[in-house]
C-alpha cells in the first residue's frame, strides 16, 4: 500500500511541474524559433530574385520544438540536428533516384532507411524522418536538386537553426545549449587539444 501511494505521490509531482508555466522559457523559445525561421524565410526570399533556390522545408519546423522549446533533450542536440537531417536527406534523395515513380514504396522505405541510419549514426533527430519523406514528395522543384538537397536547404537551414540556437539558448544563465553534459565533455575535447 505504501508503495502505490508513493507511486501516485510522485506520478502528481512529475504531473505539476510538467503543468507549471514558465515564461522565461516561453519566452526565449519563442524568440529562437521566430528568429531561426524567419532568417530560413529571409534567405529564401532573398536567394529567389537570383535562382530558384529553396532554403524552407516543413521539417525546420519541428526542428525548431527541438532546439528552442526541449534544448535539453538528446534528440536536440548539434551532433542529432545536423547529422539527422544531413543522413536523412541522402537517404531521401538517394531512394527518390532509385525508386521516383512508386510512391507508396519509396516514401516508406525511405523514412524507415532514416530512422535506422539515424540510430546507427548515433544521429536520432525525428524531423529527420520528414526531410526524408520530402526529398521524395516535393514538388519538382525539391526533386530536380538531387543531391544539392543536402546542401541547400539541408545544411544552410540547420547551421542558421544551430547558429540561432547557440545565441539565443544562451542568452540567459537559465539555459544552456548544447545540453551541459555534452557541452562539457566537448569543451574538455577542446581543451586538451589546444593545450597539446
Known amino acids: 500500500m505504501k508503495k502505490i501511494k508513493r507511486g501516485y505521490r510522485k506520478?502528481?509531482?512529475i504531473l505539476y511541474r510538467e503543468t507549471l508555466v514558465d515564461f522565461?522559457?516561453?519566452f526565449w523559445a519563442f524568440m529562437g524559433s521566430f528568429f531561426g525561421i524567419?532568417?530560413?524565410?529571409?534567405?529564401?526570399?532573398?536567394?529567389?530574385a537570383i535562382s530558384d533556390v529553396v532554403y524552407l522545408i516543413g521539417s525546420f519546423g519541428a526542428s525548431s520544438v527541438l532546439v528552442f522549446g526541449v534544448i535539453e533533450s538528446p534528440l536536440a542536440q548539434p551532433r542529432n540536428l545536423i547529422g539527422g537531417h544531413l543522413v536523412s536527406a541522402f537517404i531521401g534523395?538517394?531512394?527518390?533516384?532509385?525508386?521516383?515513380d512508386l510512391l507508396y514504396i519509396s516514401a516508406p522505405l525511405a523514412v524507415s532507411?532514416?530512422?535506422?541510419?539515424?540510430?546507427?549514426?548515433?544521429?536520432?533527430?525525428?524531423?529527420?524522418g520528414a526531410t526524408a519523406l520530402i526529398a521524395v514528395t516535393g514538388s519538382e522543384q525539391i526533386k530536380s536538386l538531387?543531391?544539392?538537397?543536402?546542401?541547400?536547404?539541408?545544411?544552410?537551414?540547420?547551421?542558421?537553426?544551430?547558429?540561432t540556437a547557440l545565441v539565443f539558448n544562451n542568452m540567459t544563465r537559465h539555459r544552456q545549449y548544447p545540453s551541459s553534459q555534452k557541452f562539457r565533455v566537448f569543451r574538455s575535447k577542446i581543451v586538451r587539444r589546444i593545450r597539446r
Open 11 to 13: 506520478t502528481r509531482y
Open 24 to 26: 522565461r522559457e516561453h
Open 38 to 48: 524567419g532568417l530560413i524565410a529571409y534567405s529564401q526570399l532573398s536567394a529567389l
Open 93 to 100: 534523395v538517394s531512394v527518390q533516384m532509385l525508386i521516383p
Open 113 to 128: 532507411l532514416s530512422i535506422v541510419a539515424m540510430q546507427m549514426t548515433k544521429t536520432l533527430h525525428p524531423p529527420g
Open 146 to 163: 538531387g543531391f544539392m538537397y543536402l546542401l541547400s536547404p539541408v545544411l544552410s537551414g540547420t547551421l542558421i537553426l544551430l547558429l
